[in-house]
């Protein structure tokens, strides 16, 4: 049964060009962590304000665990926010930052001590206790701000880009930790952030908004595999997905001076999308395999990354500029500008209507 329930949410600002959420539909089970994911002003910091109170729908319904949240002021809706600010207060311990929620619930002395001692040895703040904000790094700060929200035990954790102001080694560090906590403690929490890698290591699943809609929501693996529109397909994955233009008619799309069989018989401009660990490099004297886009590109920059090297490649076929990414494993060794042949398996293109940016799938019979 889902703990929490948004159904047609709407919102939208005085003065602004376009509404902040187009009717929002979302169920975040319970013990499940929900990632909502997308570029700035896509909403997802709204959704978190609206299901804490901070702000109001213009339309639809919010509940958590069957109990109507729009009635209910933010104190008594028995949620717990994480803020990318710490908030903490500057002039109380570690301890006492972590135990003021239980204070001012009338919680007593010895009961506020054994719960922010749990909550201080589950995020390693056990030592730091008696510290002053101003004595702890970032990365403890957050810990701090994080142990505030578990002392409460909420119905529901709403984390705002609780780790975007860390350095990327420590952030790199605690969403690990952060993730490994959630489980442990089986908590119910919606996790909003722009970091895509953030978004597949926290979340059950994954919620992928753009101008205040929800474009696709599924496993960490699904909405990367499985993307349902171009814009999935471009916002998750790094290096980003190469994307190459087209004109499909009667199944079949002119490509790169190659006919390929596209997925509709509509006459219709489309995307052909091959995430770069996709794309296969080989010598560019190698015979091109069939069932594969293959062509003759110039090695225009590499970025070595240890594991695996980014290839930036250029070449151009019948007139028709391509410029792609790959991912090859391990250091690559050939001269930069030299060239190379790219192989492309027609099992691994992602074909999107352009006009519409939706996934286009197989008309025809096999």
Same mark, same amino acid.
């Not at 529901?156 to 952060?178: C, G, H, K, M, Y």
């Not at 929490?189 to 599924?218: C, F, L, P, S, W």
């Not at 799309?253 to 999308?273: Q, Y």
């Given at each position: 049964m889902p703990a929490l329930v948004l159904e047609s949410v709407r919102r939208s600002y005085p003065g602004a060009d376009a509404p902040a959420l187009v009717g929002i539909d979302l169920e975040v089970s319970s013990g499940e962590v929900l990632v909502l994911v997308g570029p700035s002003g896509c909403g997802k910091s709204t959704i978190l304000r609206l299901i804490a109170g901070l702000d109001l729908p213009d339309a639809g319904r919010i509940s958590l665990d069957g109990r109507d949240l729009l009635p209910l002021p933010p104190q008594e809706r028995d949620v717990a926010m994480v803020f990318q600010g710490y908030a903490l207060y500057p002039h109380m311990t570690v301890a006492e930052n972590i135990g003021f929620p239980l204070k001012m619930r009338g919680v007593s002395r010895t009961?506020?001590?054994?719960?922010?001692?749990?909550?201080?040895?589950?995020?390693?703040?056990?030592?730091?206790?008696?510290?002053?904000?101003?004595?702890?790094?970032?990365?403890?700060?957050?810990?701090?701000?994080?142990?505030?929200?578990?002392?409460?035990? @909420?119905?529901?954790?709403?984390?705002?880009? @609780?780790?975007?102001?860390?350095?990327?080694?420590?952030?790199?560090?605690?969403?690990?930790?952060?993730?490994? %906590?959630?489980?442990?403690?089986?908590? %119910?929490?919606?996790?909003?952030?722009?970091?895509? !890698?953030?978004?597949?290591?926290?979340?059950?699943?994954?919620?992928?908004?753009?101008?205040?809609?929800?474009?696709?929501?599924?496993?960490?693996?699904s909405v990367y595999d499985d993307p349902a529109t171009e814009f999935v397909a471009s916002f998750l994955g790094s290096p980003r997905i190469n994307v190459m233009h087209a004109?499909?008619?009667?199944?079949?799309?002119?490509?790169?001076?190659?006919?390929?069989?596209? @997925? !509709?018989?509509?006459?219709?401009?489309?995307?052909?999308?091959?995430r770069p660990e996709h794309v296969v490099v080989r010598q560019s004297d190698e015979s091109a395999p069939t069932?594969?886009?293959?062509?003759?590109?110039?090695?225009?920059? !590499?970025?070595?990354?240890?594991? *695996?090297?980014?290839?930036?490649?250029?070449? !151009?076929?019948?007139?028709?500029?391509?410029?792609?990414?790959?991912?090859?494993?391990?250091?690559?060794?050939?001269?930069?500008?030299?060239?190379?042949?790219?192989?492309?398996?027609?099992?691994?293109?992602?074909?999107?209507?352009?006009?519409?940016?939706?996934?286009?799938?197989?008309?025809?019979? *096999?």
């Open positions: 009961q506020r001590a054994d719960k922010v001692r749990d909550a201080a040895a589950l995020l390693g703040l056990g030592a730091l206790l008696e510290r002053l904000p101003e004595e702890l790094s970032g990365g403890e700060r957050q810990r701090v701000a994080m142990g505030r929200a578990l002392v409460r035990e @909420p119905k529901i954790f709403l984390f705002d880009e @609780p780790l975007s102001n860390l350095d990327a080694a420590l952030r790199t560090q605690l969403r690990v930790e952060l993730a490994r %906590t959630l489980r442990k403690l089986g908590a %119910t929490a919606i996790y909003v952030t722009h970091d895509q !890698t953030e978004a597949m290591t926290v979340g059950h699943r994954v919620a992928v908004m753009n101008k205040g809609k929800v474009e696709q929501i599924g496993s960490p693996r004109r499909a008619s009667q199944g079949v799309a002119a490509l790169a001076g190659a006919e390929l069989a596209a @997925p !509709t018989l509509r006459d219709t401009d489309v995307s052909v999308a091959v069932h594969a886009l293959s062509f003759v590109t110039k090695v225009v920059a !590499t970025e070595p990354l240890g594991a *695996e090297t980014i290839l930036h490649l250029e070449g !151009t076929r019948d007139a028709e500029s391509l410029n792609l990414r790959a991912k090859v494993p391990g250091f690559f060794d050939p001269e930069l500008s030299g060239e190379v042949r790219v192989v492309i398996p027609e099992d691994r293109m992602l074909w999107f209507d352009r006009a519409t940016g939706a996934r286009l799938v197989k008309e025809r019979a *096999e």
